[in-house]
T-cell receptor, first 113, second 114 residues
């Protein structure tokens, strides 16, 4: 069974609009962490935001926020006020305890003027 | 160092040759990970080191793949008798470990087997 599921292979958004990238996960471990990474065309992996399973509030980092719905096992990334430079692949990932990060298949976001 | 360093950045090799890919993690990061990313695909886990030991090698695709880490620092991923399906970007990442610590990735080695 997939541990991390990203159902949107591609998304389009107009500049300055907000966009939500979906991520659902599957785990029975009560202690886990959820991460989002951005991968521009240059190929580097850039850490964006982290949410711990015990965190009471949704994580925010600048224009990025994580909509964490624990009961639904979803951890959607919200990007506000999209910019052309946000065009990239976005990967959701999960770590259970001290284990490795498991990545989803990614969503390609394209921001148009 | 300031970041995770991988070398070479690009490697073209003939089918059947052996290759070595190097990763120099961030100083003090005890955990080191290798992933593989084929063109347009997600990240496939290969192996994880904690210090010099590898508690999880479950992602190595075949016995042609091996990795070691020395001094709790530099790691080498070796692919023997390369095949065309080994062509991919090999990414290394390091971390302080623990559930709340994300990875810092290197820029990757693009391996092309011809």
């Amino acid at each position: 069974a997939q541990k991390i599921t990203q159902t949107q292979p591609g998304m389009f958004v107009q500049e300055k609009e907000a966009v939500t990238l979906d991520c659902t996960y599957d785990t029975s471990d009560p202690s886990y962490g959820l991460f989002w990474y951005k991968q521009p065309s240059s190929g580097e992996m850039i850490f964006l935001i982290y949410q711990g399973s015990y965190d009471q509030q949704n994580a925010t980092e600048g224009r990025y926020s994580l909509n964490f719905q624990k009961a639904r096992k979803s951890a959607n990334l919200v990007i506000s006020a999209s910019q052309l430079g946000d065009s990239a692949m976005y990967f959701c990932a999960m770590r259970e305890g001290f284990d490795k990060l498991i990545f989803g298949t990614g969503t390609r976001l394209q921001v148009f003027p | 160092g300031a970041g995770v360093s991988q070398s070479p950045s690009n490697k073209v090799t003939e089918k059947g040759k052996d290759v070595e890919l190097r990763c120099d993690p961030i100083s003090g990061h005890t955990a080191l990970y290798w992933y593989r990313q084929s063109l347009g695909q997600g990240l496939e886990f290969l192996i994880y080191f904690q210090g010099n030991s590898a508690p999880d090698k479950s992602g190595l695709p075949s016995d042609r793949f091996s990795a070691e880490r020395t001094g709790g620092s530099v790691s080498t991923l070796t692919i023997q008798r390369t095949q065309q399906e080994d062509s991919a970007v090999y990414l290394c990442a390091s971390s302080l470990g623990g559930v709340g610590w994300g990875y810092t990735f290197g820029s990757g080695t693009r391996l092309t087997v011809v």
